[in-house]
């Protein structure tokens, strides 16, 4: 898109980890000017390695750093400063951590009452609020884990799904709130919860739970409410997903494969029956597809449009003639200069997928053009910065 949807919308970001930054990158890819307000030392995401080694680049590429001590009275002046010239301010600390530093909801907005505030907590309001909370800790206790893998044996989902949908959730409060202010010029403190967002994911089985009586087995159990819907071993000893859910993917299976007696038996006519049937059902269909290799069986699936799926690990994706299709990775610069290739969001606009450049900010990279242009002089700047050497930056957008 050559004019992204949200550009002249500024944002303020004071948030660590992964749910506050990922809804900031999700607006900064959507063209709004995120400035990441840190420490003196850091986000302390920075410097996470291993599984870490991503949070901090990934989520926070494209925006603006800052570094502010707001802590200080001087630090606390030239982020609010900032804040009156802004549209949102994302944060996810603690409420008390928080109210120390005035920067709580009920304090912006009696001095921003345009403001649009949206706090990333462990819980919303109510008897858990208090509690800090990680991804880990709301599976387990949202019954994502257990679903996942088994009470005895609870598995965490294998990505940070709850704060990257946080993330989201607090970029769908944050753009009804910009409408909402269209209307009423009026700013709005929204609240994201980490346990709800994820317990907003298992709703569906609440919800089968209350309308059968029957509680819900994990999903390794393999309960299923489709015939065919399993991995199967190929000749080359790959692994291949296959879903045949609807009499006409079950028709089109058994004749692209040669399963003439299944599709001529009277008891497999009705998709329950094949349910029932699954036993007895799905060894002479392993022992078919096992015949053939899996670029021949993906190729089949695909003529007749049933649902399959390889099983990859993540970096085969780089690999993908769809994730490398024009538009469906974009260019991140990390701090180093190197190039690194990201998924674009999951959306398109006019056909046209959003995404662009991205650059991760260097610490305090942005502090002196964006408090020059809040007013600031030199030696004020300097001051603020308390003898810290600022490094040059990028032009002011």
Known sequence: MDKLPLRGIQIVEMSHMIMGPCCGMILSQLGADVIKVEPPPGDKTRALEGMGTSFFPLFNRGKRSLVLDVATKSGRNALFRLLERSDVFIENFKDETIMKSGLDGTSLTKHFPRLIIAAHKGFLSGPYEHRPALDEVVQMMAGLAYMTGSREVPLRVGASVNDIMGGMFGVIGILAALREREMNGKGSEIRIGLFENCL??????????????????????????????????????????????????????????????????????????????????????????????????????????????????????????????????????????????????????????????????????????????????????????????????????
Not at 357 to 376: A, E, K, N, R, W
């Open 200 to 397: 907003f994911s298992v709703a569906q089985h609440i919800v089968q739970f209350q309308m059968t009586g029957v509680p819900v087995p994990p999903m390794p159990q393999r309960i299923l409410c489709w015939p065919v819907y399993d991995i199967f071993t190929t000749r080359d000893d790959k692994r291949l997903f296959i879903a045949v859910t609807t009499d006409g993917q079950w028709k089109a299976l058994c004749r692209t494969f040669g399963l003439d007696a299944l599709l001529a038996d009277p008891d497999l006519t009705k998709v329950q029956q094949r349910i029932d049937a699954r036993p007895r059902l799905l060894p002479p269909i392993a022992d078919r597809l096992r015949q053939h290799d899996l670029e021949y069986l993906m190729a089949k699936l695909d003529d007749v449009s049933i649902p399959f799926a390889p099983i990859n690990a993540p970096e085969e994706l780089l690999d993908d003639p769809h994730v490398r299709r024009p538009g469906g990775l974009v260019t991140m610069i990390d701090e180093k200069g190197h190039a690194i290739d990201v998924p674009t969001l999951p959306l398109e606009f006019d056909r046209a997928s959003i995404g662009r450049v991205s650059v991760v900010p260097s610490l305090g990279g942005d502090t002196f053009s964006i408090l020059t242009y809040l007013g600031y002089s030199e030696s004020e700047i300097q001051e603020l910065a308390k003898g810290r050497s600022l490094r040059p930056d990028r032009p002011p957008r």
